[in-house]
């Protein structure tokens, strides 16, 4: 351990003496109701946090005599929460909501409905110790948003990770699954702390091997991963092939109205369930970047999730079924076809013809988590289908885990948008936990960011990140300052002057990455492939459908209905008008809606050409100041983390002038304009 393996769960003594003692008062009794493999995990987990933060052995005790106790446990198993019981009202915590209450005679009571409910309920006390919280007359009542709370990794059996910037894989090594369970049972702590409560362990892109993840070659092993889950409060899903019953069924046909077809996967499911009783579900990437789907059989989405929904039905699974369906072989000269508009097409008509247990995933954006994009117009665009929030913490346009970029802010401005779908106060947060249209299920599922690396993301301060989706999944309503902090104190200790510093780093870094790479909107300037560093033509030729059009005279892609794609025209009004007209569309996504000449006033009042001049000088100085930041505050943090993340940003701060200056040099030679203030360009 070190190094940052702990993360936020690093239980090192509180310093503050008289806090100390407070809470070691409060603690110095314990119950812990119940032992099934989830209560065994909250009643252990308790135990480490106390005699880490406290340096204590709380006594077990479960006897109903007066003094301080803390309890935890379901209420109708025990009398020890009778008085609990008879203040409050426990009615409509539903499985996974908690309260933690103190009461006059010195008690403070961890509960939920259910074990798991219990679990969080000991994460969020833990927490509260952590983050230095009064627990004198505590009333809190947790209840999560959303009800899938879902990871999505995209490892590969040969322990490779697709988009992975933090090593290998934790669940596969060389074709097998892994033996080191103990790191995966510490990774399933990190995760139920902050409420995940499902993950697909699999690559979307589901390859040969990982075909037979659903077959007895792999289970009685993938199972092993799902008990440890379990014990977290984790449903475990795979991520299946679409053309399984062809590629290891025997058959000749993966067509979803063919009788074999829905047998196939029907006696496929059966045997899942018979050694995963709580298996999650499949996660299926179909007819999207060559990976085999209904289209093929002339059979459309709803068909092909509708298949696996009813085999999954009976045993209540779920499919969850990806919306990043998109024409990948477009031809660049061809200006009529519009990627973005390609989700929206495909699903909107089939709203309504989903079962019940299948929810769409879909991308924040319309394109491929590029560092800004609008949000996708199918969420809140379906009213009749269950929505799921896609989002990347895996940072794969976004510095790749060696630049620092916080990306709660970013979240935190998707799931504020307003679709109107229902007039205004329609935000995408309510579209996803299903209270918009009371659909049922819902809620968001991300590309993790994690591997083999030994602090799990390889850039330390990318915790926040995994951390922070987390905690936005649980509760949406958090401020991406307020999870910053919780995060810091958990993971630096309560140093005030670090804690200010490491804050405004995390809250800047976002908006210092923006200013630095593509400019307004318009995504895409990467080298090919690995989609790391500048370059600004890396796709403007390609076959993805990922244009800027820039020339001497302008820049951006015209997705309006007047003149362009018509792609603005996807938004309920007013967002629609919004976007559709260059006045009133928001300057960071100009180049995104709208084709404009190099001297076009943005709303800033600047031109485009001296916004990117402006922008990128002033983001490499931004950058660089990050790195001022992190030293100045070296002393106080332990030696090897600071170590650690120093280099990183160092290398971001270099790293920042490549692109200020790649991007520059293109823009001043396309369009021949200086710079207002005579900066070096070259
Ligand atoms: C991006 C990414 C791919 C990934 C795909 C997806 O295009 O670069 O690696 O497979 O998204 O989300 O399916």
Known sequence: AGGGYE??????????AGMREAYAEKCSRLAVVGDSPVMASARRELKLALSGLLGIVPEESELPDRGPLLVAGVPDRSQLFEPLAAAGDLSGLGEEGYVIESSSDGRVYLAGLTDRAVLYAVFGFIRLLQNGEDLEEIRIRETPANGLRMLNHWDNLDGSVERGYAGKSLFFNNGEITDDLERIEDYARLLASCGINAAAINNVNVHKQETLLITDAYLPEVSRIAAIFRSCGIRLFLSVNYASPMEIGGLNTADPLNADVAAWWKSA????????????????KADSEFRPGPFT???????????????????GGLVVWRCFVYNCLQDWRDRSTDRARAAYDHFMPLDGDFRDNVLLQIKNGPMDFQVREPVSPLLGGMKRTNQLLELQITQEYTGQQRHLCYLVPQWKEVIEFDTRARGEGSLVARVVDGSLFGRRLG?????????????????????????GYARLAWNPGLSSEEIAREWVRMTFGRDWEAERVILQMLLDSYNIYEAYTAPLGVGWM??????????VDG?????????????????????TVATGTGFAGQYHSPNSERYESRESCPDELLLFFHHVPYKHRLNSGKTVIQHIYDSRFEGAERAAELLTLWESIGERIDEELYGQVRQRLLHQREHACEWRDILNTYFYRKSGIADEHGRMIY
Request: charged share 15%.
């Open 7 to 16: 993360g936020w769960l690093k239980y090192s003594l509180i310093e503050d």
């Open 269 to 284: 499911v059966g045997n899942v369930y018979r050694h995963i009783p709580d298996f999650g579900g499949f996660l299926v």
């Open 297 to 315: 059989y002339g059979r459309n989405h709803a068909d092909g999730a509708n298949l696996l929904a009813d085999a999954l039905a009976p045993f």
């Open 443 to 467: 809620g968001m599922a991300a590309v993790a960011n994690v591997g083999d690396a030994p602090n799990w993301t390889g850039h330390l301060l990318a915790q926040a990140n995994l951390y």
């Open 526 to 535: 990467v080298n090919p492939d690995h989609h790391y560093g500048p370059n």
């Open 539 to 559: 796709y403007e030729y390609a076959k993805w459908g990922t244009y800027h059009y820039a020339d001497r005279d302008g820049i951006g892609v015209d997705r």
